[in-house]
T-cell receptor, first 117, second 110 residues
Framework: DVKVTQSSRYLVKRTGEKVFLECVQD?????MFWYRQDPGLGLRLIYFSYDVKMKEKGDIPEGYSVSREKKERFSLILESASTNQTSMYLC????????????????FGPGTRLTVL | GQQLNQSPQSMFIQEGEDVSMNCTSS?????WLWYKQDPGEGPVLLIA???AGELTSNGRLTAQFGITRKDSFLNISASIPSDVGIYFCAGLGSNYQLIWGAGTKLIIKP
């Protein structure tokens, strides 16, 4: 059974704190993604990675960075959390497609609801 | 950039009713996907569509890839309580990144 796990379901942080969100997948997938989900806006891609140590900016990378040191783990980092980063964060993974990066089904984790006070 | 308009934003229906939702875009997509998010969980793929005009079913769910490649719809027949959740459409854009709709929240009236 495929599985994507996220380190926390709920997280409360203060403005200015450095925040780490961890994601692990056990499917040996090459691609991993970080999204944020806000009501009425759907899913917006923050960063994605198609290989270890590789990363690409998504639609809203500002204020975030990522790290992929191992194939199964993709971390999202908020260097200095701000209140406008309060949101639901979803991690996903997918197998590599030889033609395109996002063609194959993405499998999602349960999400981390982050509140920044 | 490419955008998707998904409607309706939310639906209140009675158990047993049929449901219809759609996504439209001003741009052409090569792939349309429909995902469902249960409360407290991440989205799960329901149906994938790869050809214009394609009609695909998954149980009580039916989705179609529009002929113009600029739209897609999802129908749910005879809704049941476990159908509640948020349904997302997504299209594979020209830069091979997924473009997501804003979601349709389905609520079943008791």
């Amino acid at each position: 059974d495929v599985k994507v796990t996220q380190s926390s379901r709920y997280l409360v942080k203060r403005t200015g704190e450095k925040v780490f969100l961890e994601c692990v997948q056990d499917m040996d997938h090459e691609n991993m993604f970080w999204y944020r989900q806000d009501p009425g806006l759907g899913l917006r891609l923050i960063y994605f990675s198609y290989d270890v140590k590789m990363k690409e900016k998504g639609d809203i990378p500002e204020g975030y960075s990522v790290s992929r040191e191992k194939k199964e783990r993709f971390s999202l980092i908020l260097e200095s959390a701000s209140t406008n980063q309060t949101s639901m964060y979803l991690c996903a993974s997918s197998p590599f497609d030889s033609y395109r990066v996002n063609y194959n089904e993405q499998f999602f984790g349960p999400g981390t609801r982050l509140t920044v006070l | 950039g490419q955008q998707l308009n998904q409607s309706p934003q939310s639906m209140f229906i009675q158990e047993g009713e049929d449901v219809s939702m759609n996504c439209t875009s001003s741009s052409i997509f090569n792939t349309w996907l429909w995902y469902k998010q249960d409360p407290g969980e991440g989205p799960v793929l329901l149906i994938a569509l790869y050809k214009a005009g394609e009609l695909t079913s998954n149980g009580r769910l039916t989705a179609q890839f529009g002929i113009t490649r600029k739209d897609s719809f999802l129908n749910i027949s005879a809704s049941i309580p476990s159908d509640v959740g948020i349904y997302f459409c997504a299209g594979l854009g020209s830069n091979y990144q997924l473009i997501w709709g804003a979601g349709t929240k389905l609520i079943i009236k008791p």
